[in-house]
């Protein structure tokens, strides 16, 4: 399956973001699907997870309460909405696929990912 991340950019602190990612190939709704950020100079770190028919997610406790994960099948897409956002969540944004793991928060467990987008917040 290929993935492609879309709908990073500049934003104020306390603005909003929608993050997408559209998947082609293979049968997307079988996949946990997650989006991880990683900051200059920082480890690839967890951000939210959904799971293959999207009724159960996981979040960071950096983010609980800001970010929403979400996807539509019939789309083939997930989306991550961003609000309140803080200087801090600045980083490169990646979305990816799980095939065998259930709403895992580790990298290892995902075996597609898509580019990356670039989210900036500045203060």
């Known amino acids: 399956v290929q993935l492609q991340a879309s709908g990073g950019g500049l934003v104020q602190a306390g603005g909003s973001l929608r993050l997408s990612c559209a998947a082609s190939g293979r049968t997307f709704s079988g996949y946990t699907m997650g989006w991880f950020r990683q900051a200059p100079g920082k480890e690839r770190e967890f951000v939210a997870t959904i799971s293959p028919e999207g009724a159960s997610t996981r979040y960071a406790d950096s983010v609980k309460g800001r970010f929403t994960i979400s996807r539509d099948n019939a789309k083939n897409t997930v989306y991550l909405q961003m609000s309140s956002l803080k200087p801090e969540d600045t980083a490169g944004y990646y979305c990816?696929?799980?095939?065998?793991?259930?709403?895992?928060?580790?990298?290892?467990?995902?075996?597609?990912w898509g580019q990356g987008t670039q989210v900036t917040v500045s203060s």
């Open positions: 990816a696929g799980a095939t065998y793991f259930y709403n895992s928060r580790s990298a290892y467990d995902y075996d597609y």
